[in-house]
């Protein structure tokens, strides 16, 4: 197996940057959080029931979940996202850990609910059976992951103007695909092996409203960790080039009226334990 442990932790060091978390939630949440209102309507269970909210980020899903009445825990490797989260959602527990290694015992959730953060992970198939592992018989679990190029427009403009104008001095950590918990092979086959069953996979449509067509490659490198790193290392030339032609394919195909609108595509897997 290909050992991805420096890829787990640049993610884990550069979520924990406050700076990193702020430029998260000021450039990239807006799409992510219009994804996450799909993921509380998965979760139908009565008042009482209790929920988990996996890599729960700055806590937005687990403040609409408290809200709902659910005994929400919400967990996160990061202690600056977990400090916006604790503020955010005052009537959720919440835990600084490792999606892979989750300290909760068996079934003790009849729902768990991750948005956008597998991804992240350099084993997601261990994090999956965490997952099965801390549910109850027949709970529920749904998660979000970003579609590849694809079917996301911005994906395809950003590996594209890397791959065009990008340095080939400039690399990062390899890392496990980005975009395959979106592929419904790959869903079925991970999510089965942990001992999920009903496996179901539909796309979502969220979108980035920018003031400027250079708002799409401040998104990436401001609000992300792994583009971020990615950019940060370009010469000075080689990134200008890059954020040109980003900049340059949002003006072509993205203008509206008083602005530019940005579709991007996200994925929702649902499975019962």
Not at 64 to 92: I, K, V, W, Y
Not at 221 to 245: C, F, H, W, Y
Request: proline letters at 6%; one cysteine or more.
């Amino acid at each position: 197996m290909t050992d991805f442990s420096e890829f787990g932790r640049q993610e884990r060091l550069g979520w924990s940057d406050a700076g990193r978390a702020e430029g998260y939630v000021s450039y990239f949440s807006s799409a992510a959080d219009q994804v996450g209102e799909s993921l509380l309507d998965i979760v139908e269970l009565p008042a009482g029931a209790s929920v988990l909210d996996l890599c729960c980020g700055q806590g937005r899903l687990t403040a609409l979940l408290a809200e709902r009445g659910f005994r929400t825990n919400g967990l996160d490797f990061s202690p600056a996202m977990l400090e916006r989260a604790q503020r955010a959602a005052p009537a959720a527990r919440f835990h600084e850990g490792d999606a892979q290694e989750l300290p909760f015992e068996d079934g003790a959730f009849d729902a768990v609910v991750c948005n956008f953060g597998v991804c992240h992970l350099p084993e997601p198939s261990r994090c999956l059976s965490e997952v099965r592992r801390v549910l109850k018989p027949g709970g529920t679990f749904a998660m979000t992951n970003w579609c590849g190029p694809d079917l996301s427009p911005p994906f395809r403009i950003f590996y594209g103007a890397v791959q065009a104008h990008g340095s080939p001095e400039a690399t990062i950590p390899p890392g496990p695909d980005f975009h395959q918990l979106t592929r419904d092979e790959v869903v079925q086959d991970l999510l089965s092996q942990a001992g999920f069953s009903d496996i179901a996979l539909r796309v979502l449509k969220a979108e980035w409203t920018l003031e400027s067509p250079e708002g799409l490659a401040d998104i990436y490198e401001r609000g992300t960790v792994r583009a971020a790193m990615l950019l940060s290392r370009q010469p000075a030339a080689n990134l200008k080039a890059i954020r040109d032609a980003i900049s340059a394919a949002v003006e072509e195909e993205f203008a509206v009226e008083g602005g530019w609108r940005v579709p991007v595509f996200a994925g929702l897997v649902t499975a019962r334990a």
